[in-house]
């Protein structure tokens, strides 16, 4: 796993959706507390560290959950991983003709459905086991958990340093009108990226992300104004 470009460039669109999800994360929710602080009309001091707060605990929060949630998936192909394990040892005949009938059902020759099979029992069988029957690519390492961990609370809080920079930057008059523009600018950058590299449309993309996203700083800014 590495923080290259070469990581960016090879990545499954899946991925690039989660990175992005959470940079947008970052985006939507320090914008709607400076929106939200803007509407209740505390005072700049108190605007800034209530922002930088949000932003830090948000990218925290992100960590964790990311890290959570790939260690559970560790758990779980280890333990698929074990089971398939024993089943090897266990009816290791039965094993490849799951294997054999796989391979014919996806249009490949009885003769060349066990030859692959034969070959691949020679080899690591229950990798390629886990790939076909269950499409498991690559075990989640606990090096590999908390790197997806970190880029997950590193995303959010990039996002996060848009607006929390417009809420430091912008004059305290024109708070709410500077923070709205540069949240909805931030968001249709992230959405392009996400569509092109996520293979998704690009204006239902972008659409969708601004839709999003204005409705919750809006709803922010007249919640902080009705209840502050």
């Known amino acids: 796993m590495r923080f290259t470009a070469d ?7 899946e991925e690039v959706r989660s990175w992005i999800t959470e940079v947008n994360d970052g985006i ?10 803007a509407g209740a009309e505390v005072s700049l001091r108190t605007a800034y560290a209530v922002v930088c707060i949000n932003a830090l605990i948000g990218a925290l929060t992100s960590f964790g959950v990311k890290l959570g ?9 280890e333990d698929l991983a ?9 009816t290791p005949e039965a094993e490849k003709s799951d294997l054999i009938e796989w391979f014919q ?3 490949v020759t009885p003769a060349t459905a066990r030859t692959v099979a034969d070959e691949l029992g020679e080899g690591n069988a229950l990798d390629a086991q886990l790939l076909i029957e ?3 690519k690559e075990r989640t390492t606990t090096f590999l958990a908390w790197i997806d961990a970190l880029q997950a609370g590193l995303a959010f809080l990039i996002g996060a340093a848009v607006p929390m920079l417009a809420t430091l930057l912008i004059p305290g008059n024109s708070h709410v009108i500077g923070i709205a523009v540069v949240a909805s600018l931030s ?7 996400l569509a092109h590299r996520g293979h998704s449309n690009i204006r239902a993309t972008i659409g969708r992300s601004l839709v999003i996203g204005l409705i ?13």
């Open 7 to 13: 990581r960016w460039r090879d990545s499954e669109p």
């Open 28 to 37: 939507i929710a320090v914008a709607g507390m400076g929106l939200g602080l």
């Open 69 to 77: 949630e790939r260690y559970a998936d560790r758990e779980a192909e």
């Open 82 to 90: 074990r089971r398939q394990s024993t089943k090897f040892a266990l």
């Open 105 to 107: 059902s996806h249009g």
């Open 134 to 136: 269950y499409g498991l």
């Open 187 to 193: 968001l249709v950058i992230t959405s392009f990226v």
């Open 216 to 228: 919750t700083i809006t709803a922010s800014y007249f919640l902080g104004d009705l209840l502050l």
